[in-house]
């Protein structure tokens, strides 16, 4: 059962543009979520992360934003940057092991 | 570099054979995560150790067990190995079991197992 989901496979978006990825989740008991991004042939890197008690992190052109009521969080990317393709994966915990979607393929084209 | 160690990076197999992949955590690290990556899924939590004892269990088969040594690393061992086990092995570690919010892991690079 996947209590954490990202419907977008993939998402194509223009350099120095907006990217929003989403990230739906099932388990209200979920209260610390995370982003990571993967290159190919790469293990998963962290990105950012939210507390459940926080609506907004921001981390330089990065910022998560969590909205527990719809059980959903985002991460945009601005300004977006060729670097910045990769596959981003949501994920979250209950307080033990992380839980993840299935990613998000960004690509970011010149 | 996350400061996760997994080896092999690659390895080819047989249908019934067991390997067995290795970890070894960042410095200072108690905790050992194992996940599965295959072609059409995200990352599947198999199993956490945190300083030698199984700490929790996810989608990990019967086939499948892993411990954790006294100097902190890990193994996988995957047994009677079948085609569809093919998948990216991935190694997690972090300094926490987990219990309190918080908890970032970092990944290593992965093993690669193709099941021929």
């Known amino acids: 059962d996947q209590q954490v989901k990202q419907n977008s496979p993939s998402l194509s978006v223009q350099e120095g543009r907006i990217s929003i990825l989403n990230c739906d989740y099932t388990?209200?008991?979920?209260?610390?979520f995370l982003w990571y991004k993967k290159y190919p042939a790469e293990g998963p890197t962290f990105l950012i992360s939210i507390s459940s008690i926080k609506d907004k992190n921001e981390d330089g052109r990065f910022t998560v934003f969590l909205n527990k009521s719809a059980k959903h969080l985002s991460l945009h990317i601005v300004p977006s940057q060729p670097g910045d393709s990769a596959v981003y994966f949501c994920a979250a915990s209950r307080g033990d092991a992380l839980n993840f979607g299935k990613g998000t393929s960004l690509l970011v084209t010149p | 570099d996350s400061g996760v160690t997994q080896t092999p990076k690659h390895l080819i197999t047989a249908t019934g054979q067991r390997v067995t992949l290795r970890c070894s955590p960042r410095?200072?690290?108690?905790?050992v995560y194992w996940y599965q990556q295959s072609l059409d899924q995200g990352l599947q939590f198999l199993i956490q150790?945190?300083?030698?004892?199984?700490?929790a269990k996810g989608n990990i088969l019967e086939r499948f067990s892993a411990q954790q040594f006294p100097d902190l690393h890990s193994e996988l061992n995957l047994s009677s190995l079948e085609l569809g086990d093919s998948a990216l092995y991935f190694c997690?570690?972090?300094?926490?079991?987990?219990?309190?919010?918080?908890?970032?892991?970092?990944f290593g690079e992965g093993s690669w197992l193709t099941v021929v």
């Open positions: 388990n209200s008991m979920f209260d610390y």
């Open positions: 997690a570690s972090s300094v926490n079991p987990g219990r309190s919010s918080g908890n970032t892991i970092y």
């Open positions: 150790y945190y300083n030698g004892e199984e700490r």
């Open positions: 410095s200072g690290d108690l905790s």
